[in-house]
T-cell receptor, first 110, second 114 residues
Framework: QQQVKQSPQSLIVQKGGISIINCAYENTAFDYFPWYQQFPGKGPALLIAIRPDVSEKKEGRFTISFNKSAKQFSLHIMDSQPGDSATYFC?????????FGEGTQLTVNP | ETGVTQSPTHLIKTRGQQVTLRCSSQSGHNTVSWYQQALGQGPQFIFQYYREEENGRGNFPPRFSGLQFPNYSSELNVNALELDDSALYLCASSPGGTGFNEQYFGPGTRLTVT
């Protein structure tokens, strides 16, 4: 059962551009929505997370926008850098269990 | 502070065999979760252990089993391996308790079943 749908599957942006990744969820029991970044050969690492009672959260170049009524949330990476090239996963949390999206492979060209 | 470690890094097994994967949690963490990540997919929750007891299980058959030890390290056991079990197996530890607790992932064990 796919409870978190993520798009696009892959994304290519130029250095300095804005990267946008979208997710939609079905499970209304989710009570936290984190984004993870994964580099090849590494496990996922938490990037930023948001509670469903907040519409936006910003940490540095990374912003989560959350729309509870539409059951959608997105990650914006401002001033994208080549070092941001990685796979990004959105997730929903219910009872400390993470349900991940399918992932977005981001490539930032110099 | 030592992060989450997993062993072995890579493993090749034959269909029908059994495998044990190991995970050492981060210092101070009493909760360990296991995930299966197929190539090109997001990690899927297998189960979680909290203070040596199973605390939730995903949609995986009983041939996937686990243990957590008093020092909070953990093992994942898979019996009767199938080709579809080929994946990266991730272990994540967290401090437990209520609310959202960040899960810290290890680098994973790459299992190949032939």
């Amino acid at each position: 059962q796919q409870q978190v749908k993520q798009s696009p599957q892959s994304l290519i942006v130029q250095k300095g551009g804005i990267s946008i990744i979208n997710c939609a969820y079905e499970n209304t029991a989710f009570d936290y929505f984190p984004w993870y970044q994964q580099f090849p050969g590494k496990g996922p690492a938490l990037l930023i997370a948001i509670r469903p009672d907040v519409s936006e959260k910003k940490e540095g170049r990374f912003t989560i926008s959350f729309n509870k009524s539409a059951k959608q949330f997105s990650l914006h990476i401002m001033d994208s850098q080549p070092g941001d090239s990685a796979t990004y996963f959105c997730a929903g949390v219910s009872g400390s269990r993470l349900t991940f999206g399918e992932g977005t492979q981001l490539t930032v060209n110099p | 502070e030592t992060g989450v470690t997993q062993s072995p890094t890579h493993l090749i097994k034959t269909r029908g065999q059994q495998v044990t994967l190991r995970c050492s949690s981060q210092s101070g963490h009493n909760t360990v979760s296991w995930y299966q990540q197929a190539l090109g997919q997001g990690p899927q929750f297998i189960f979680q252990y909290y203070r040596e007891e199973e605390n939730g299980r995903g949609n995986f058959p009983p041939r996937f089993s686990g243990l957590q030890f008093p020092n909070y390290s953990s093992e994942l056991n898979v019996n009767a391996l199938e080709l579809d079990d080929s994946a990266l197996y991730l272990c994540a530890s967290s401090p437990g308790g209520t609310g959202f607790n960040e899960q810290y992932f290890g680098p994973g064990t790459r299992l190949t079943v032939t």
